[in-house]
């Protein structure tokens, strides 16, 4: 079991290398060992391209090993034609005689159906090697498959002393609370989410572009709140550089229009925001979403408990009075020093 350990550990660290490009399917790790040596590996191309077991096959280059081999994966290998063939049948069809699997996929489409594959075929499988890091590596999947929402991920950085913002500005620009090191990092997780909210409010007071520049990668797709439209347009969420969804008034998604990259949606802004936010968000295909401000709609998400996992930054600077930062019930798991600014990280036990 040691061993399985290990190669699935190594899927689990290729199938990173994936996240953010290969939505809508997971980003899957997988290996080809035989002799206690990798042979083979990939994770999954972005999507139309191969899953993670065919780009692993293909990179063996001696295709008799294949007889005597395991192909290690994060995830059940799927049984039904997408945009690709079934994994399981390329694996049956290279004689691969074990296969070990990190967790089962809960797709009603596979759901079981590639294990079923595979020992009808012959194959020795197991399952459940790393299984808790390997639900957490799809974490975003699964929640869109069991919850039928996106996975949510709110994130803010408050003061020393409890505030996420000052009562005022000169400058239509964020007012810095984390260190530069903490801004790469959040860019680096904008890269990783299929989407990322902002309310009205921060919007007009920071002017922001929501991008990954200090990082690289793919931008987010963005969604903002804007009720009554009061964002100017000349504002850098309009650019249309990347799809842009404007959630506002009912009437006022009727009335705008729309291109290919900037969209409106109407929602009823007194009821239930966080939830309505979750079911266009669905209608549009997203499966997850970074919110980042500002803190009343942050604290619309806290108080719907539709929330999986809260990123809040503590930086050493005081404001002595400002926007207070939301309130958060819940047990911290980790904590993380960022060049001296303190990262706290959230787990929702309860999520909607």
Known sequence: ????????????????????????????????????????????????????????????????????????????????????????????????PKVV???????????????????????????????????EQHKRFFTVQNKKRPYLILKWAETRDGFIAPLKKEENRPVWISNGASQQLVHKWRSEEHAILVGTETAIADNPKLDVRKWGGNNPIRVVLDKSLRIPSGYSLFDQSVKTIV????????EKKETENLIYKGIDFSENMAAQICEVLMEENIQSLLVEGGRQTLQS????????????????????????????????????????????????????
């Open 101 to 135: 699997i990190g967790c089962i996929d809960s797709n009603a489409q596979v759901a079981g159906k590639g294990v079923e594959r595979l020992l009808q075929a012959g194959c020795q499988v197991v399952v459940g090697v790393l299984e808790k890091e390997c639900l």
């Open 247 to 254: 959630l506002t008034s009912k009437k006022n998604s009727i």
């Open 301 to 352: 998400f806290i108080e719907a408990g539709l929330w999986d996992e809260a990123r809040v930054f503590v930086g050493p600077v005081s404001f002595k009075e400002g926007i207070l930062a939301p309130k958060l019930e819940a047990g911290m798991f980790e904590e993380k020093d960022i060049k001296g600014t303190k990262l706290s990280l959230y787990k929702n036990s309860k999520q909607a």
């Open 1 to 96: 079991m040691k061993n399985h350990e290990h190669f699935i550990a190594r899927c689990l660290e290729l199938a990173n290398k994936g996240i953010g490009t290969t939505r809508p399917n997971p980003s899957v790790g997988a290996v080809v060992v035989c002799d206690g040596l990798i042979i083979g590996e990939g994770y999954t191309s972005p999507y139309g391209g191969n899953h993670a077991e065919v780009n692993a096959i293909h990179a063996v280059t001696d295709k008799s090993l294949l007889k005597r081999a395991t192909i290690y994966v994060t995830l059940e290998p799927c049984a039904h034609f997408g945009k690709t063939p079934p994994c399981a049948d390329l694996i049956v069809s290279s004689k691969i």
